[in-house]
């Protein structure tokens, strides 16, 4: 275990679940407070925010905690970080795990609500305005805006502000071809599935092109660039493509090897929506993306 002011660090030497790994590592604390410590956000396991109790650990992973006392002071922001803030954006990373949003079931955990909070410890007037999601289980870069009207310009020129989204993917089986694109037609089921079609038209214009950086036989690293931006584009179409995202029981993937969705943004570039000035922001790819496709 080592230890420095922040947070605490541990190794898992055994299988065990989550919440049993903990409280033999925390003893000197109670059971409720133990599980506090996960329900508020404060466990990272490998680079990822975890607050499930029966979640599975395998020997080697690192359990990280946030201490109590630093959950506590104002300013922590749990499961991401501020990369860059003005008056008109925020822009984050965060980590798999956490909520863009939220949700009938959480409302508190999320990147917006914490945000909002950040902001109005300047200002009770402050508010934070959600432009563009990830998904729960992504990690990378997210803008947030600060005022309606910015919100509404970045929403209404999407297209001509952002130059360049790029996002990294663990995926499924050894990918042949070095690079490549992938067009459909996206459609959602009832049940909220997004499925691909071939007919023109039916549905939303999604592309995407991939570019292969390492593969074994097992995963490959793909780098994949976004002419459009639908919902669970990626996992779509890298399901279309046979190679699933690693982790992505929703389309196709049958193994969790990495303990979440092998999915992270990686850089977000666009003009600034008041200054125009052309801006470019990168969150590293998660370290256990790299080793698996090696």
Known sequence: MSHNNKSLTFTVDEETELLKFLLKVMDNRSRNSVKSILTRGQVTVDEHMETKHNYPLKPGQTVNVLKNKEA???NVLVGMSIL?????IIIINKEAGLLSIAT???KK????????????RENPGNRVFVVHRLDKDT???MMFAKSEKIKKKLQNSWKDIVKERTYIALVEGEVKQQQGVIKSWLRESKTHIMYSS?????GQLAITHFKKLQSNK???????QLDTGRKNQIRVHLQDLGHPVVGDKKYGSTQNVIGRLGLHAKILSFHHPYTEKLM???ADVPKTFIKKSK
Do not use: I, P, W
């Open 72 to 74: 506590k002071k104002e």
């Open 84 to 88: 860059y803030e003005d008056r008109d």
């Open 104 to 106: 009938e079931k959480e």
């Open 109 to 120: 955990l999320t990147a917006h609500h914490q945000l909002m909070e950040h902001v109005r």
């Open 139 to 141: 990690s990378g870069v």
């Open 198 to 202: 071939s007919n023109k038209n039916d």
């Open 218 to 224: 097992n995963f490959s690293l793909l780098e994949l």
């Open 280 to 282: 470019l922001f990168k």
